[in-house]
């Protein structure tokens, strides 16, 4: 599909771990990347993972140490695994299909509906 299908909500505790995965297909013209953004309350929404359709990735310095993004191109699947969990991660994610080069994520108009994540202190 060309609109991307998020799963794995809920509410978590501090440290973790969670697991959000979201399923879009492969051949969405024009991408060869996907990536997960977040959005909280009174924020822009920001790129929290990156990953190429071979592999690469970039993190946000904000995450890097405590989230992981990794694909499954068999299940046309992204995941975003979060670890050490804290308050300030609570946000809306979403997962975004688009193109990755010179260093750069490019968002394209390739969006999931959004799936809130909220950890307590």
């Known amino acids: 599909q060309l609109q991307p299908v998020e799963s794995g909500g809920g509410l978590v505790q501090p440290v973790g771990p969670l697991r959000r995965s979201c399923v879009a297909a492969?051949?969405?013209?024009?991408?060869?990347?996907r990536a997960w953004y977040r959005e909280a309350p009174g924020n822009q929404r920001e790129l929290v993972a990156a990953?190429?359709?071979?592999?690469?990735?970039d993190y946000a310095d904000s995450v890097k140490g405590r989230f992981t993004i990794a694909r499954d191109n068999a299940k046309n699947t992204v995941y975003l695994q979060m670890n050490s969990l804290e308050p300030e991660d609570t946000a809306v994610y979403y997962c975004?299909?688009?193109?990755?080069?010179?260093?750069?994520?490019?968002?394209?108009?390739?969006w999931g509906q959004g799936t809130q994540v909220t950890v307590s202190s």
């Open positions: 975004n299909a688009g193109l990755h080069r010179s260093g750069t994520y490019y968002s394209l108009n390739y």
């Open positions: 990953i190429t359709f071979v592999g690469d990735t």
């Open positions: 492969g051949n969405i013209f024009g991408t060869n990347a």
